[in-house]
């Protein structure tokens, strides 16, 4: 379907469905998808794909694990809570980036919004709008990309936006901690558990095959092979930190983030019904970070941390800057020091794939074979702690992608790529 200049390139209705059956059937000769990955950016881009009557096979070394003793994909213990633009994912942000950035966000705030309204589709999903508040230790005047940034918010189409300074006392929120302003939107707050466990069913009532399977090396060296075991015509590479091997993207590099898990029922504290934020880009250190984000009706997430070039996940409750994150957010929120750990699930760690030039969307710019053919893999990784945020955006961009490869289009920089028109007036 055509869209002008200023139509999201992706909405709900027109152009994906929640229900189980594919918006547009494939047929025999329908081109063949094979998807690597299966987190969210894989499992939304292999939904988008679906519905466009693509055959989409999908492989992953792992899927989402619901058992409180086994380890968890990072999809599901990322916090999930919206932002504009999310917040940085690489070393290194550039204009490109940051234009990309916008975009996949507002696409992918319209449609979990979509998702939302609809009081059964909510439920199964465990998608919610709820009130996001976001702090400052400044007035937002004296920082002008902080200015620039709200004005944008204003101007997005997100809903519910209000700025006040009520929202400190409203909210519970120590003045003394520093804050002196503050702003306040819907936006769209995940239960990841909950919605990678419907994200799975939902591609396999589309007709998604889904296998488990771990690939190790260069998708240049290996793409003749794979495309030819899965009758593939396009590889779709959304793997995350992998991108290191699977890409030779050797800027590829770890981000380490926990959280702590508290009952939010209303017994040891008044119960938090809005996302509490101080972001990264307005911390007193930007590894150091306020997040507390009311996951589901019981239990409200308390964070955060960012460390780059950390691999291990030896990080425990009493570690050092997990016992710091605590001190901090009680700091800003009094009422948690009462607060109780959730018995069942205390604590959760993961590593966020960030990239040193933020989010790859790209088809692959290197050459295959001695003929030098063009390469039919397209890369989505990178998202760093941001895969909700731009899941559908990054989707609708994979897949204008695959339309390009199929036409036998030369492969283009991210630089070149989309609709500039609709970036800008993001």
Same mark, same amino acid.
């Given at each position: 379907?055509?869209?002008?200049? +200023?139509?999201?390139?992706?909405?709900?209705?027109?152009? !994906?469905?929640?229900?189980?059956?594919?918006?547009?059937?494939?047929?025999?000769?329908?081109?063949?998808?094979?998807?690597?990955?299966?987190?969210?950016?894989?499992?939304?881009?292999?939904?988008?794909?679906?519905?466009?009557?693509?055959?989409?096979?999908?492989? &992953?070394?792992?899927? %989402?694990?619901?058992?409180?003793?086994?380890?968890?994909?990072?999809?599901?213990?990322?916090?999930?809570?919206?932002?504009?633009?999310?917040?940085?994912?690489?070393?290194?942000?550039?204009?490109?980036?940051?234009?990309?950035?916008?975009?996949?966000?507002?696409?992918?705030?319209?449609?979990?919004?979509?998702?939302?309204?609809?009081?059964? !589709? &909510?439920? *199964?999903?465990?998608?919610?709008?709820?009130?996001?508040?976001?702090?400052?230790?400044?007035?937002?005047?004296?920082?002008?990309?902080?200015?620039?940034?709200?004005?944008?918010?204003?101007?997005?189409? *997100?809903?519910?936006?209000?700025?006040?300074?009520?929202?400190?006392?409203?909210?519970?929120?120590?003045?003394? +901690?520093?804050?002196?302003?503050?702003?306040?939107?819907?936006?769209?707050?995940?239960?990841?558990?909950?919605?990678?466990?419907?994200?799975?069913?939902?591609?396999?009532? /589309?007709?998604?095959?889904?296998?488990?399977?771990?690939?190790?090396?260069?998708?240049?060296?290996?793409?003749?092979?794979?495309?030819?075991? +899965?009758?593939?015509?396009?590889?779709?590479?959304?793997?995350?930190?992998?991108?290191?091997?699977?890409?030779?993207?050797?800027?590829?590099?770890?981000?380490?983030?926990?959280?702590?898990?508290?009952?939010?029922?209303?017994?040891?504290?008044?119960?938090?019904?809005?996302?509490l934020t101080i972001g990264a880009d307005a911390a007193r250190n930007s590894s150091e970070f306020i997040f507390l984000l009311p996951?589901?009706?019981?239990?409200?997430?308390?964070?955060?941390?960012?460390?780059?070039? /950390?691999?291990?996940?030896?990080?425990?409750?009493?570690?050092?800057?997990?016992?710091?994150?605590?001190?901090?957010?009680?700091?800003?929120?009094?009422?948690? /020091?009462?607060? /109780? !750990?959730?018995?069942?699930?205390?604590?959760?760690?993961?590593?966020?794939?960030?990239?040193?030039?933020?989010?790859?969307?790209?088809?692959?710019?290197?050459?295959?074979?001695?003929?030098?053919?063009?390469?039919?893999?397209?890369?989505? +990784?990178?998202?760093?702690?941001?895969?909700?945020?731009?899941?559908?955006?990054?989707?609708?961009?994979?897949?204008?992608? *695959?339309?390009? %490869?199929?036409?036998?289009?030369?492969?283009?920089?991210?630089?070149?790529?989309?609709?500039?028109?609709?970036? %800008?007036?993001?």
């Amino acid at each position: 379907m055509a869209h002008n200049m +200023y139509s999201p390139p992706l909405v709900m209705w027109r152009d !994906l469905t929640p229900n189980g059956a594919t918006l547009h059937a494939p047929d025999h000769s329908s081109p063949r998808v094979l998807v690597i990955g299966g987190g969210v950016t894989g499992l939304v881009t292999a939904w988008v794909l679906l519905d466009h009557g693509y055959h989409v096979t999908i492989i &992953s070394k792992s899927w %989402a694990s619901f058992h409180p003793n086994r380890p968890r994909l990072t999809s599901q213990i990322a916090g999930a809570l919206w932002e504009f633009p999310p917040a940085v994912c690489g070393k290194h942000t550039d204009a490109v980036s940051l234009a990309h950035s916008k975009k996949w966000s507002m696409v992918a705030y319209h449609i979990w919004d979509a998702i939302a309204a609809i009081p059964a !589709l &909510s439920a *199964v999903t465990g998608v919610r709008m709820l009130p996001s508040d976001f702090y400052f230790l400044h007035p937002i005047e004296e920082d002008p990309g902080q200015l620039s940034k709200m004005n944008e918010i204003m101007a997005s189409g *997100v809903r519910g936006f209000r700025r006040s300074t009520d929202l400190i006392k409203e909210r519970n929120v120590e003045p003394s +901690y520093g804050v002196v302003d503050a702003y306040e939107l819907l936006a769209p707050v995940i239960d990841t558990d909950q919605c990678m466990a419907w994200l799975m069913q939902l591609v396999q009532a /589309k007709g998604a095959i889904m296998i488990t399977e771990t690939v190790n090396g260069d998708l240049l060296d290996l793409e003749d092979e794979l495309r030819d075991r +899965y009758d593939a015509d396009v590889i779709v590479n959304a793997t995350g930190l992998a991108g290191t091997q699977l890409a030779g993207d050797e800027t590829c590099y770890p981000l380490r983030g926990a959280l702590l898990r508290v009952v939010n029922d209303g017994t040891s504290f008044p119960k938090v019904d809005a996302a509490l934020t101080i972001g990264a880009d307005a911390a007193r250190n930007s590894s150091e970070f306020i997040f507390l984000l009311p996951r589901n009706d019981n239990i409200l997430l308390v964070g955060g941390i960012a460390q780059p070039d /950390k691999w291990n996940l030896d990080l425990t409750q009493d570690s050092p800057e997990v016992k710091k994150m605590r001190e901090r957010c009680e700091a800003f929120h009094p009422a948690l /020091k009462n607060a /109780k !750990l959730d018995a069942e699930y205390p604590f959760a760690q993961g590593l966020r794939p960030a990239r040193g030039r933020n989010v790859r969307v790209e088809r692959e710019q290197r050459r295959r074979g001695s003929a030098k053919k063009p390469s039919m893999v397209i890369h989505t +990784y990178g998202h760093g702690g941001s895969g909700w945020s731009f899941s559908f955006g990054c989707a609708a961009d994979v897949m204008a992608l *695959v339309k390009e %490869a199929m036409l036998d289009m030369r492969p283009h920089a991210m630089e070149t790529f989309g609709n500039l028109t609709f970036k %800008a007036r993001l």
